[in-house]
Structures are given as C-alpha cells and as structure tokens.
C-alpha cells in the first residue's frame, strides 16, 4: 500500500486507498430500506485494515443512518480503532443549530464507538448553504469541539463548481478538503484545477467518485480497444485510479467497494511500486483523454454544467439532474445515476419540482429546450431511492 502525507496541518499519514462506506454490501439489493449485511461488512473492513488501508469515510446519511454504526462495530475490537483514520460528514441541512449540531456529533461518537473523530466535515457544502453556514457559525461549532478533543480536524465535502470552491476554501484554514474528481470530470465539478488550489494551501485533498459512481468500471468494446492499445495491460478500474495517483497533491482516493473482490482488485492496484504521483506518462495521459472523448460523444445533452441557469426558483438542481442523465446514456447504465439522482430527490431538487416557467432557458449559453429535457431526464432516473 503506497501511502501519503495528509496536508500540512495534521501530521498524519494516510493510505492512498481510502475505503469509502457508502456503497457497502446489503442484505436485499435494489430497495430502499435495505440493511447493511454486517457479516460481510466487516470482513470486508477488517481485511482493508489488514492489507494497509488506514482511512474510512463515511456521513451521518449514508446507509439510512447505519453505516457510521456498522464501521464503529467493526472497528471496535482487537485494536483496529487505533491503526485508523476516521472520517465522518454531517450535513447542514438537517442539523443547523448549534445545539441540534451538538448533539448529532455525541450521537456518531456513540454510533462510531469512540472518543473522537479524526476529521469532521460539513457535508456536500452548497453554494445556496454557505451564507448560511458562516451566519450560524458552524465552523466556530467545530472548533470548539476540537478544543474539546471531541475530532481533530475540520473539513468539508463539496460537489459544485469551481468559483464556489475557492470562496470556501480560502476562507478558512481547513485540515481538508473533498472533492469529487476521474478523469472525465477534469473540466467539471470543481474541476482538476481544485486538486492544484488545495495542494498550494497545504489542505489535505481526499477524492470521492473516482470511478464516477463506478460507471468507469464497465467500459463498453470501443473504450476497451484504446486500452488495449497500451502495451501494459490493466483494468479499466486501474486506469481511471491512476489518472488520480498521478496528482501529488491527492492524499487519498476513496473508493465506495460493495465487495470483497472489489477491495481485493483496489488494494492491488495502490500496491503496485509504480502507483506513485508522477505515474502517467504522456502516451497514457492521451489514451485517457480519447476514452473521455468516446463517452463525451454519446451524451445527449449539451449540458456544461456552467450553472448560469442556477438558482431554480423551484430548487431544481438542473446541471446536477442533466448530468446524471447524460451518464446514464454515456456508460449505458441507469442504476449509479440513479442512486446519485435519489440524493437530489431527497433534497427537493430533482426534476419533478420543475414548473416551467422557462426562467432557466433564458440563462443558458448551451440554447438547451432545459423543461423537456428535465421531463426526459427524469423519466429515465426516478424510481431508485437508496
Ligand atoms: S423552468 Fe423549471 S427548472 Fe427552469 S427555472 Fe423554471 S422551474 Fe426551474
Ligand atoms: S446554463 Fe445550460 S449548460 Fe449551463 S448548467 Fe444550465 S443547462 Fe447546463
């Protein structure tokens, strides 16, 4: 396991394979109130535990509120709690008070089965939050619980584009920050250009979605051959982990594994001697660039995620809801979309909450027919709320 330090403030070293708990195995596949299936998550834990992996990220949220239990039960005994890292989320939507704040914090304490947090961060900070987050004082919440010893260090995760990310960055001193980055979103979300900001301030950068919600797992026959031309012959997988090796400034790259093989295959791949800053090299880095030409052509929506169309007067997150389709179409996959679509259903931003009053259409450089669209969208997304 290939390891990292973890941004200037901290002093901790880090796996570069950072096992996510998000997508972890369930009893019943496909349904909304599915248990974790523990037996296996545990295994699946304590082996990553076992062959180096010395970080874990979860959130209040993930699992309908279990998976922060499920990883303090499995690390509980035999000492595991202490070869680790523990990295847990609470979002500012649900708990905005300082109090409420509180005492969501004593409540994952108890669910993570420990005496503190190694990094706490403020969930998928959005640009419509962030006012509000600095008037109710929620980083100075924090603070106040690292005096406590409560968590040691203090991040955020954040989805949107870039202006919004340097404003948050810069605002304060953060231990990290996460973001989500592979390498067909280089000129997306916060874009490549995040992973640099980061490295120069010294923040710790963790990525999330290095596979794109596992969607660059299953490449169709056309990207296959690009690989296939690389004399070294490796996964796609392994391609789209080292497009993010590749950057120094990345402490760890999370990977949300639903199985013991999958595990097995990532620990593999961040094992390599060769799984190092600096690994690609130019021949790589232009095969990497004509497969994301190859599914950038299937898309069907000219959508640039620009956000000139935002704010919806009705919350409709329409880059967010176009981009999830267009992956859809692109990897010939509804299901990762759909699971990442049910988080804007569950935060009132989905399509169905448009009501067309063409505001939006206005706005947009791309000339997109956006209320049809969102009607194709959505009929292609509904249905799947994990
Ligand atoms: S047309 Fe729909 S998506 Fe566009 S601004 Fe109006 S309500 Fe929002
Ligand atoms: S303005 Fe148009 S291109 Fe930009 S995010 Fe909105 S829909 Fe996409």
Not at 260 to 287: H, M, R, W, Y
Request: hydrophobic residues 35%; proline residues 5%; neutral net charge.
């Amino acid at each position: 396991m290939q390891y990292r330090t973890y941004g200037k403030q901290l002093g901790f070293k880090v796996s570069a394979l950072g096992m996510g708990c998000m997508r972890l195995p369930r009893i019943y596949q496909g349904t909304s109130d599915a248990d974790v299936d523990k037996e296996k998550a545990f295994e699946m834990i304590r082996y990553a535990v076992d062959h180096g992996v010395n970080y874990f990220d979860t959130a209040y949220g993930y699992h309908n509120k279990t998976s922060e239990a499920v990883l303090g039960e499995a690390l509980e005994k035999d000492g595991y709690r202490d070869k680790v890292k523990i990295v847990t989320k609470q979002p500012f939507g649900v708990m905005t008070t300082q109090a409420e704040i509180r005492r969501n914090l004593e409540n994952t304490l108890k669910k993570l089965r420990t005496d503190h947090i190694d990094v706490y961060l403020i969930h998928n900070i959005q640009k419509s939050d962030w006012e509000n987050i600095k008037q109710q004082k929620i980083i100075e919440a924090y603070e106040k619980f690292r005096v406590e010893g409560l968590i040691r260090g203090i991040g955020f995760s954040y989805h949107g584009i870039l202006p919004t990310f340097k404003e948050v960055l810069d605002f304060y001193s953060w231990d990290m920050c996460q973001i989500q980055q592979n390498f067909m979103d280089v000129e997306r979300e916060a874009t490549a250009e995040a992973i640099h900001l980061a490295g120069r301030k010294g923040t710790a950068l963790v990525i999330m979605e290095p596979l794109r919600g596992g969607s660059l797992a299953n490449p169709p026959a056309p990207v296959k051959v690009l690989y296939d031309e690389y004399p070294v012959k490796r996964s796609a997988v392994a391609w789209g982990f080292r497009h993010l090796i590749n950057y120094p400034e990345v402490s760890t790259i999370l990977s949300g594994v639903t199985t013991l093989e999958q595990l097995k295959e990532d620990i593999d791949i961040f094992s390599k001697p060769d799984a190092v800053p600096g690994c690609l090299n130019d021949t790589e880095k232009a095969i990497l660039s004509r497969v994301k030409a190859h599914y950038e052509s299937l898309a069907s929506i000219p959508c640039t995620g620009c956000e000139y169309c935002l704010p919806c007067p009705h919350g409709v997150h329409i880059p967010g809801v176009f981009s999830k389709y267009n992956d859809g179409v692109m990897f010939g996959a509804f299901d990762p979309p759909k699971r990442s679509y049910s988080f804007l259903t569950r935060a009132n931003q989905d399509a169905s909450h448009c009501a067309a009053c063409g505001e939006c259409e206005q706005k947009c450089p791309q000339h997109i027919a956006i209320i049809e669209q969102l009607k194709t969208a959505h009929e292609s997304l509904k249905g799947l709320i994990e």
